[in-house]
Each structure stands twice: as structure tokens, then as C-alpha cells.
């Protein structure tokens, strides 16, 4: 697990920058839905068509705060012990991705950032919270592999809720009001429950696997052995748990100021299934159960959420 100094450059910097905000300045509304400004700006959602995909590309994508910051960094480490980098070659890949200073995620940054992007070496792992339909086409044209990253609404939103409250880029809210904003989709990258409907959509196509953050907590191992597969990445069981360990969110927690700097606080909070529990009312519990059934129950993504086991008292 590898500091990139530009990286945590970046986000000191968008900290910092955040701070000078007003409240009403904090978001931006992109064809009708809500982003961090700080982060994404109008002219990078107008460049990201051109963005060029690789056939080896390897694209995660989950909502916010469904472990997208875990899983990227167990993929990075899934990637490395299946590349047989030497010492040199890590050094070398590492300097490439400092020198580019790219943003953590496809929509952040500036627009000349999918230029840079291309002197990226293979494999490239490229994280998003879009939905498919906001991605570039040439994602979907290349037949690149993606990975989509689900969890449970419930823990996403509490989850979301603390980390808005310590995230000087989002406005502060009560949690009642935030629970209404969530479940209205009237927060950064919109609503939830379309996140996920519309990557079920896809779901079926052999380009794409769904895995979600309770699976990864619950057998880390078995979880990257289902990912390795997927990926085409030659791992034996020992590679495999090697990284299940290094890359542990107990293990990045510990590290997180090193690899994230000051973000590190803000990012890493307790990474636990079922903390929902500490904050959701009974009138908010049957509002959630209500909206779940309504939009995702029947569906192949919300049965893998199993809302069953992971949202009910």
C-alpha cells in the first residue's frame, strides 16, 4: 500500500479549498443531478465523452460510500501480485501515476485529465460513482471489465450521512433531514435506488460482475478469489490471502493518513455491516423496507444486497 504524493497533494488541497466555500456554493446540479463542486466540475462532465477505454481497462463502480475507496485499493493490490512487478517496475508504474496527478475518480478534476489518462500504463483502474448511463461509451465499446460494488441502503446512507458531516464539500444536516434528502436522491450523485436499478440493467452482460461490501466483509478471501477469476488474474490461495490481509480496512484504516493524508479521518470510519441500527427510527426503517420493495425487490442486484439479512432488526 503505496503513498502517491500528488494524490494526497490533491486532496489536502480540496480540503483546504472547501473550507473557503459558502453552504450554497458547496454543490453543483449536472442534467438534474447534485455533485460535490469541489470535486467535479461542468466543463470534465462535458469532456468525459472523451474519455478512451482499453480493453484491459478495469472500471469499478459503486455508489458512494458503498467501499468503492476499499475495493480500489484491494484491486491495486490484486493487480500488482498478478502483474510479478519487479521492484523497479512498481517504482517506475508509481512515478508514471505522481507525475500525471490524476483525480481518485473518472468525474473528478479537470478536463485535460483523460489526455493524461492515456499515458497511463496497463492495466488501468479507472473508479467512478456514475451510473452506466452517464459513463463514456467507449467503456461499454471496449468490453472492458467492470466491477459493480453494491451495499446495503441502509448502512450507504448512515455511512453517507457521517461522512457529509465531516466533509467540508457537502453541506451539514441534521440526520432526519438527511434521510429525507437521500431517499429524495437530492444528494451528491443523486439517488440510490436508480444507482442500482440501472446497473441491473447490465448485470447480465459477461463484461460485468457484481460483488457487494457485505460478501467482502463477511469472507474477504472468497470474495477475491470471485474477483481474480472475473479479472483473468492468476493468483494461487497464498497471493490471494496476502492481499485479503494487506489490504483489510482495518489494515488501510491504520494507514489512511499516510495514503490519504488529512482525507484519511474523513474516509475511513468504521467500515462495519449494521450500524444503521444506531441511528434509523421505526417510521424510517418502513420507509426504507417500503422504497426497497418498490425499486429493487425482484431484481438480481437487490436480491445480492439480501436486504433480508443485512436490513431487518
Same mark, same amino acid.
Given at each position: ?6 494524490y494526497?497533494?490533491?486532496?489536502d ?6 473550507a473557503?466555500l459558502?453552504p450554497e456554493?458547496?454543490l453543483l ?9 469541489v ?5 470534465t462532465?462535458e ?9 484491459d481497462d478495469?472500471?469499478? /463502480? +459503486?455508489y458512494?460510500?458503498t467501499?468503492? $475507496?476499499?475495493?480500489e485499493?484491494i484491486l491495486?493490490?490484486?493487480e500488482?501480485?498478478?502483474?510479478k512487478?519487479t521492484e523497479e517496475e ?5 512515478a508514471i501515476?505522481d507525475e500525471l496527478?490524476?483525480p481518485?475518480r473518472?468525474?473528478?478534476g479537470?478536463p485535460d485529465?483523460f489526455k493524461? #489518462?492515456?499515458?497511463?500504463? &496497463?492495466?488501468?483502474?479507472i473508479?467512478?460513482?456514475l ?5 463514456p461509451?467507449?467503456i ?6 467492470i466491477?459493480?460494488l453494491?451495499r446495503?441502503p441502509k448502512?450507504?446512507?448512515? &455511512?453517507?450521512?457521517h ?8 453541506p451539514?444536516?441534521? @440526520? !432526519? ?5 437521500? #431517499?429524495?436522491?437530492?444528494?451528491? @450523485? ?5 444507482h442500482?436499478?440501472e446497473w !441491473? ?6 463484461n460485468?460482475? /457484481?460483488?457487494s ?8 478471501? %472468497? ?6 477469476k472475473?479479472?483473468g488474474?492468476? %493468483? $494461487?490461495e497464498?497471493e490471494i490471502? &496476502?492481499v ?6 482495518k489494515?488501510m ?7 490519504? +493524508?488529512?482525507f484519511g ?10 450500524? @444503521?441500527?444506531?441511528?434509523f &427510527?421505526e417510521?424510517q $426503517?418502513?420507509a426504507?423496507d417500503?422504497?426497497f420493495q418498490e425499486?429493487?425487490a425482484?431484481?438480481k442486484?437487490g /436480491?445480492?444486497i439480501m436486504?433480508?439479512?443485512y436490513c431487518?432488526?
Amino acid at each position: 500500500m503505496t503513498a502517491n504524493k500528488k494524490y494526497v497533494e490533491y486532496l489536502d488541497k480540496t480540503l483546504d479549498d472547501c473550507a473557503k466555500l459558502a453552504p450554497e456554493e458547496k454543490l453543483l446540479m449536472y442534467k438534474g443531478v447534485l455533485y460535490p463542486a469541489v470535486f467535479c466540475k461542468l466543463e470534465t462532465f462535458e469532456a468525459l465523452e472523451t474519455f478512451e477505454a482499453r480493453v484491459d481497462d478495469i472500471i469499478l /463502480a +459503486g455508489y458512494p460510500k458503498t467501499g468503492t $475507496n476499499w475495493l480500489e485499493n484491494i484491486l491495486r493490490g490484486l493487480e500488482t501480485m498478478a502483474g510479478k512487478y519487479t521492484e523497479e517496475e512498481k517504482t517506475k508504474r508509481m512515478a508514471i501515476k505522481d507525475e500525471l496527478a490524476l483525480p481518485p475518480r473518472l468525474e473528478f478534476g479537470d478536463p485535460d485529465k483523460f489526455k493524461r #489518462m492515456m499515458k497511463l500504463p &496497463s492495466r488501468r483502474i479507472i473508479v467512478t460513482h456514475l451510473p452506466p448511463y452517464s459513463l463514456p461509451k467507449s467503456i461499454f465499446k471496449s468490453k472492458a471489465k467492470i466491477l459493480v460494488l453494491i451495499r446495503n441502503p441502509k448502512d450507504t446512507l448512515v &455511512s453517507y450521512f457521517h461522512f457529509c458531516n465531516k466533509m467540508p464539500s457537502f453541506p451539514n444536516s441534521t @440526520w !432526519d433531514a438527511y434521510f429525507t434528502d437521500f #431517499m429524495n436522491g437530492k444528494v451528491g @450523485w443523486g439517488s440510490y435506488f436508480d444507482h442500482v436499478t440501472e446497473w !441491473d440493467k447490465y448485470i447480465d452482460d459477461e463484461n460485468i460482475m /457484481a460483488i457487494s461490501y457485505e460478501e467482502l466483509k463477511e469472507n474477504p478471501h %472468497l470474495g477475491l478469489e470471485k474477483i481474480a477469476k472475473f479479472l483473468g488474474f492468476l %493468483l $494461487n490461495e497464498e497471493e490471494i490471502q &496476502s492481499v485479503a490481509e494487506n489490504y483489510s480496512f482495518k489494515t488501510m484504516k491504520q494507514k489512511s493518513t499516510e495514503t490519504h +493524508g488529512a482525507f484519511g479521518n474523513i474516509l475511513f470510519r468504521k467500515g462495519s455491516v449494521g450500524d @444503521w441500527k444506531s441511528l434509523f &427510527s421505526e417510521s424510517q $426503517n418502513q420507509a426504507m423496507d417500503r422504497r426497497f420493495q418498490e425499486c429493487l425487490a425482484g431484481s438480481k442486484l437487490g /436480491a445480492k444486497i439480501m436486504y433480508e439479512i443485512y436490513c431487518k432488526i
